[in-house]
């Protein structure tokens, strides 16, 4: 059964991006809109996932998504709550480097800061006192199960640990957004069900919180994702079009498998079509 729910203003989107190193073109024609999710009487963030075989340009999508890549061709646009409303419209702003968090597979972490001081320093540019800075990283810690951990260095804590505190880094320092590249990458069942555990905290502290992230994981990604995108080549036999491009995308609203606590023989239906185009890209 669907879902309710309603679609507002537009919080990313994407134009005739491209990118090109020398005369080697690795992703092309990326053209992508989504829109601001709501639910009656729920707090609901979107969950945009990218799937695609390896080598067809999904991390340097996402370089270029969250402003650590610039474009040879075209845009991403995110809104811009520094300014004020206009004709009912909230202005948009091209990405730059820091609107938007990155977690990379590495849980990339200041080896000289602990937990606390990381996140701290996360915080530099928010115009708090050092006191709401400290009330608001003591609730997010405790929140995020790293409270008695907060002292730790980055060598003393768990690959999950690190994940975390790279999460939160990126929550505190750049809003609503957050792009993770392979987070479910090499990890066990139970660190999975903990990345699954902190994408619902993430969706449900506010509804403009938007997470995208890769999975070679077709399960995962349809479980997780309101939103899904294959990355690949449209003709992988012509040499000539072998660059990255979105040739799928599965609203998975739409379609009336978003937000669902079990996975039904529809989902599944949709992970057997998924990987048929992916097999064919």
Not at 78 to 100: H, M, S, T, W, Y
Not at 167 to 191: A, K
Request: charged share 25%; aromatic share 10%; hydrophobic share 35%.
């Amino acid at each position: 059964m669907a879902t309710a729910y309603s679609e507002k203003d537009t919080i990313i989107h994407v134009e005739n991006l491209s990118i090109v190193y020398g005369d080697k073109t690795i992703i092309k024609d990326i053209n992508f809109t989504e829109l601001n999710v709501t639910r009656p009487d729920k707090t609901v963030g979107q969950t945009i996932a990218f799937v695609g075989r390896s080598g067809r340009g999904k991390s340097t999508l996402f370089r270029a998504l969250t402003g650590l890549e610039k474009p040879t061709t075209g845009k991403v646009l995110i809104p811009d709550f520094n300014k004020d409303i206009a004709d009912n419209l909230q202005p948009a702003k091209l990405v730059c480097e820091g609107d938007v968090g990155f977690v990379d597979q590495k849980y990339t972490l200041f080896r000289h800061k602990t937990v606390y001081q990381s996140l701290f320093y996360a915080l530099r540019k928010n115009k708090s006192s050092d006191e709401e800075k400290k009330s608001k990283i003591m609730d997010y810690l405790k929140d995020w199960g790293l409270e008695h951990h907060k002292d730790k260095y980055p060598n003393e804590l768990s690959g999950g640990q690190r994940q975390r505190t790279a999460i939160l880094e990126q929550l505190l320092s750049s809003g609503y957004y957050m792009v993770l590249d392979e987070p479910f990458s090499g990890l066990d069942v139970g660190n999975i069900e903990n990345v699954k555990e902190s994408f619902r905290k993430i969706n449900e502290s506010h509804d403009l919180n938007t997470i995208v992230f890769s999975t070679h994981d077709i399960e995962l990604a349809v479980e997780l994702a309101d939103s899904i995108y294959i990355i690949g080549y449209k003709e992988p036999d012509n040499p000539s079009q072998h660059y990255g491009t979105i040739v799928k995308h599965f609203d998975l609203k739409d379609m009336g498998l978003a937000w669902h606590s079990e996975f039904s023989p529809s989902h599944h239906d949709c992970v057997v079509d998924i990987k048929k185009h992916m097999l064919k890209s």
